[in-house]
């Protein structure tokens, strides 16, 4: 038991941040949203894959750098900062989902792929609503040379930029209990419908929409229980966690720097006890989001279910970042509520993590 | 970052638990019903020195100076069980005064004092507030002057809580008059017995005494003064923040917690469950969250302090949250239990003994005591985010 970040772990973070204060500034969280514009950060991708970040929580026999899910949830916290890319993260889950899940032929076959920066894509084993929630949407048939697969999936991110979705799907066998089968759906494939579901962020969320799409052998993964499919779903919820106490984090020292700097009454607005106090409350939430994340991942990454450290995380973070936000924004007056000032960026954030997979009222029945 | 307990860690509480198993009697557990911490040479008097046998008033103490040379996570741990108990361990002499002595002690106070503490035969109360050095603490007024090689002490302390049944006092005292106000102060050990101290009891709304501490030309040895004069303000403030995380440890709401959970399995007085009501279950599993987080809280402390530092931002932050945790958790207690809520430890029909009860009333004195959590706010904004200082 030490609650504090070893060397290595300061290392990391430290250069995680170098990485993302030059290759991910807000004018390019901007431009990714632009409509019309382009979507996917090539210079950012290729830094990360250069920095071996999706490498990181890979064994070396498939390319990996040999890390731990601690290790990662220090880049996650850097990314929470940095309002790293959506594209970027969900690849990383998809690395970790085929890792987890896949037979170790298919596992050997994708991860090299990906680590290189050559495949990327999300994964979608659980509800949108709830991550505990891991029942198939899919049907699948066996056919000749692999799966006939019909279903919907909502809800998908950055699916319009995926090579693979990593989904599940119940198979039906006469006379046998049903089987969930994971299995890459290639969403440019014949018999894919994907139609954009984006919010007012432009985070690009689609319905995915199969019927009747051929997912061939060397895309089936395997078959997979609940255990281990709720075991992936939280680990990605669990490092959402981590992105949103960091992103709070960030969202305090810019609010600190702005009450600082603007003056009122002859003083500066920081120096009023109302406002400290709004600081101090954002902090102490802030900081019991990022211990209960970090445990979180902590004993995800040592085999517990975690469905408790998760809930807790999530109830934690998901106030924590909405808070946090809220009273920015409040603290920043005029100033943080156009949108030059960038605040909003972070408030969108905590809005789509504080639900994407089940927020507080959702974390609070895995409690209870 | 690390946070499953290690081998050694393990093995040790095994061992506090142990000792508890064996040593908190059911003869223990009626007499601080009935007495609190009051009754001398009785069971209470007895536990301790048993705890005093085993060496754990020194156990994060170095050797020399009589401890057993364990850190901050285990002294963390013991405390938290302790707590978990609901029996008193070691105190604030233990936690924050020697911590201090160690600190800035001179090599006199140091033999004098620390060996005594680790036996757990010097206990001292804490002289800080006054009746006009509440939050402002810096602008006490108890004077003292160096007369000949003795100081002599007059004025007056409040809620001084403890006196009543310690050996001494950790005297926090005016040495200077002519200096900014956090200049001038120096802290000295005062033996309760000495004459010209008088003793009046406060009654609390929790039923805890404290007291109201009159010195009238006290005198004591000039080497009772802790390290070098006027320089008192660091000391108390260090000390100040070991007790925050020594009080705030959340080992007693984690009981509390669990205790709640049961009580709201198991039908109320009018039959009802309240676990089977959604917003019930709700609430229970909030404050479970926090208790956890709070947990966390206390062992990130520790172990900045096993890092050597006094985590001043840290431990005002647990002091907050698990204060206000504490009296959320009372407060959901009595609208789960409703009228049964408000029987006390006298009626044989309190759920729990009256525990919540108690809770409700035991309460308010974290939230303001120790450092209150509108200054604590002040800290954390100030020292933990550099914002401006408004001239508290
Ligand atoms: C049962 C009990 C036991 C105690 N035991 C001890 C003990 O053993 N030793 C000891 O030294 N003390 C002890 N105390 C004292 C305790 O630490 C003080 O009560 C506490 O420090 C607050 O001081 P005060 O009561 O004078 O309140 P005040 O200072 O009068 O404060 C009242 C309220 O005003 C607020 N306030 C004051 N200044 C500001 C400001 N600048 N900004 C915003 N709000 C402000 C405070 O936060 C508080 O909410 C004990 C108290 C009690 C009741």
């Known amino acids: 038991m030490k609650l504090v970040a070893t060397e290595e772990e300061r290392d990391l973070a430290a250069a995680m941040r170098d990485l993302f204060a030059t290759h991910c500034p807000t004018t390019l969280v901007r431009a990714l949203r632009e409509p019309g514009g382009e979507r996917f950060p090539q210079k950012l991708w290729e830094a990360l894959v250069r920095a071996e970040v999706l490498a990181l929580p890979f064994a070396a026999d498939v390319g990996g750098s040999d890390g731990t899910l601690d290790d990662l949830a220090v880049v996650y916290a850097e990314a929470g900062r940095a309002l790293c890319p959506s594209v970027v993260l969900n690849t990383i889950h998809l690395g970790l989902a085929i890792d987890a899940l896949a037979a170790p032929d298919r596992r050997a076959a994708r991860l090299p792929s990906l680590i290189r920066g050559d495949l990327r894509g999300t994964v979608a084993v659980a509800s949108p609503y709830d991550a505990t929630d891991v029942r198939p949407r899919l049907r699948a048939e066996r056919t000749a040379d692999g799966l006939r697969v019909t279903g919907r999936l909502d809800y998908v991110g950055d699916a319009d930029l995926a090579d693979a979705v990593l989904t599940t799907a119940a198979v039906e066998t006469y006379g046998e209990p049903d089987e969930v089968l994971a299995l890459l759906v290639d969403p440019a494939a014949p018999g894919v419908q994907l139609t954009p579901l984006p919010t007012s962020a432009d985070d690009r969320w689609h319905e995915i929409v199969l019927d009747g799409v051929l997912v061939a052998d060397d895309a089936v993964l395997g078959a997979v229980g609940e255990e281990e499919l709720r075991r992936v779903a939280l680990t990605v919820r669990a490092l959402q966690c981590v992105d949103m106490a960091a992103g709070a984090e960030t969202v305090i020292a810019r609010t600190v720097a702005h009450t600082c700097s603007r003056e009122q009454f002859g003083r500066p607005i920081g120096s009023f006890q109302a406002a400290q106090h709004l600081v101090a409350d954002m902090h102490i939430a802030t900081q019991a989001a990022r211990l209960a994340a970090r445990s979180a991942v902590f004993w995800l990454g040592r085999g517990r279910p975690g469905v408790r450290e998760t809930a807790i995380a999530v109830l934690k973070a998901a106030t924590a970042y909405r808070r946090v936000t809220a009273d920015a924004h409040q603290l920043h007056g005029g100033m943080g509520y156009v949108l030059e000032t960038d605040l909003h960026l972070w408030s969108e954030r905590a809005r789509r993590l504080g639900v994407e997979g089940g927020g507080v009222d959702v974390a609070a029945g895995w409690l209870a | ?392």
Not at chain 2, 84 to 92: A, F
Not at chain 2, 124 to 144: H, I, K, Q
């Open chain 2, 1 to 392: 970052m690390d946070f499953a307990l290690d081998a050694d860690q393990r093995q040790w509480l095994q061992e506090v638990r142990a000792f508890l198993r064996e040593h908190v009697t059911p003869a223990l557990v009626a007499e601080l019903a009935e007495h609190d911490l009051e009754k001398r040479d009785g069971e209470l008097a007895a536990f301790r020195r048993k705890i005093g046998e085993k060496g754990w008033f020194g156990l994060n103490w170095p050797t020399e100076y009589g401890g057993l040379g364990l850190g901050p996570i285990h002294q963390h741990l013991l405390v938290s069980e302790f707590e978990r108990w609901g029996v008193p361990g070691p105190d604030l002499t233990v936690t924050s005064v020697a911590p201090m002595i160690m600190r800035h002690g001179t090599e006199q106070n140091k033999a004098e004092f620390l060996p005594p503490i680790a036996r757990g035969e010097m206990v001292c109360a804490v002289g800080y507030s006054e009746p006009d050095a509440g939050t402002d603490l810096a602008s006490l007024r108890t004077r003292a002057v160096l007369d000949g090689d003795e100081w002599v002490i007059n004025g007056s302390k409040i809620w001084n809580s403890g006196a009543q049944r310690c050996t001494h006092e950790w005297l926090c005292v005016r040495t200077n008059p002519d200096v900014p106000k956090h200049k001038g102060i120096s802290v000295i050990i005062v033996p309760i017995d000495a004459p010209g101290v008088s003793i009046r009891p406060l009654e609390a709304w929790s039923g805890y005494r404290t007291n109201e501490t009159f010195f009238d030309d006290v005198r004591v040895p000039a080497t009772n003064l802790i390290g070098e004069v006027d320089r008192g303000w660091r000391y108390i403030t260090g000390a100040l923040d070991l007790e925050r995380g020594a009080l705030t440890n959340a080992g007693d709401l984690r009981r509390a917690v669990d205790d709640l959970w049961a009580l709201a399995r198991e039908p109320r007085r009018d039959g009802a469950v309240p676990a089977t009501d959604p917003g019930v279950r709700r609430r229970l599993a909030e404050l479970d969250a926090d208790v956890e987080v709070a947990t966390l809280m206390g062992f990130e402390a520790a172990s900045l302090l096993a890092d050597g530092t006094i985590p001043s931002v840290e431990v005002s932050t647990e002091k907050v949250f698990t204060s206000e945790l504490r009296q959320r958790i009372a407060e959901t207690a009595l609208d789960l239990l409703g009228p049964d809520g408000l029987l006390g430890h006298n009626t044989a029909a309190a759920p729990l003994h009256g525990a919540f009860e108690r809770l409700y009333r035991a309460a308010p004195l974290l939230r303001f005591g120790a450092g209150t959590n509108e200054v604590l706010r002040d800290v954390i904004a100030q020292r933990g985010h550099r914002m401006p200082s408004y001239g508290r």
